[in-house]
């Protein structure tokens, strides 16, 4: 696997890259780690709330839409599509799904929902990724910034899935 992201330690403003099928929005935070890394068919996106740490949320996700989501013991993803939200996986573990063009995941630090949800109740702020990630111009960047903010010290990756 190659690197995808290069970016410092912490860095507040998220970072765009792109994959085959993928627009990845990268933002690292003072306390959280950020590894995003690429292969010519698969892209693996791994949140942590520190580097080295064990317990991290990582995400395999395939050019033709198929995603796998791994959170043994750390936050799941939010899976954002045409009929909603929803955690995936579901329950501690692993789980799967295929992305349309235009859905949305949104991988956390366990600092960044705690940051989040003391913020804006954890209602408020999975309304606002709806809200946002269905508008025409949707920018995954300025998206993850509003959501994340500049007193949040976690870290996140929100991901778009794209036309191949």
């Known amino acids: 696997m190659s690197a995808v992201a290069t970016a410092p330690a912490w860095a507040l403003t998220p970072a765009v890259l792109s994959a085959p099928g993928w627009t990845v929005a990268v933002r690292r935070g003072r306390t959280g780690a950020v590894r995003v ?9 791994d949140v942590a709330d520190e ?7 990582q995400a395999l996700l395939d050019a ?11 936050p799941p993803g939010v899976l954002g ?11 501690p573990g692993s789980g799967d799904a295929v992305l349309a063009p235009g859905d949305v995941l949104l991988l956390l ?12 109740g954890s209602r408020a702020w999975t309304d606002q ?9 949707f920018d995954p960047a300025r998206v993850l910034d509003r959501l994340l903010g500049r007193d949040n010290p976690g870290s996140g990756v929100l991901v778009v ?3 191949v």
């Open 37 to 45: 890394s690429t292969t010519p068919r698969h892209l693996l996106v």
């Open 51 to 57: 580097a080295g740490t064990t317990w991290s949320t």
């Open 64 to 74: 033709d839409g198929w995603v796998r989501v791994d959170a043994p013991a750390s």
């Open 81 to 91: 599509t045409d009929v909603g939200l929803r955690r995936l996986p579901d329950l």
């Open 109 to 120: 630090s366990a600092d960044a929902i705690d940051a989040l949800t003391a913020r804006e």
């Open 129 to 137: 990724l709806v809200q946002e990630s269905r508008r025409p111009r």
């Open 161 to 163: 899935r794209t036309a």
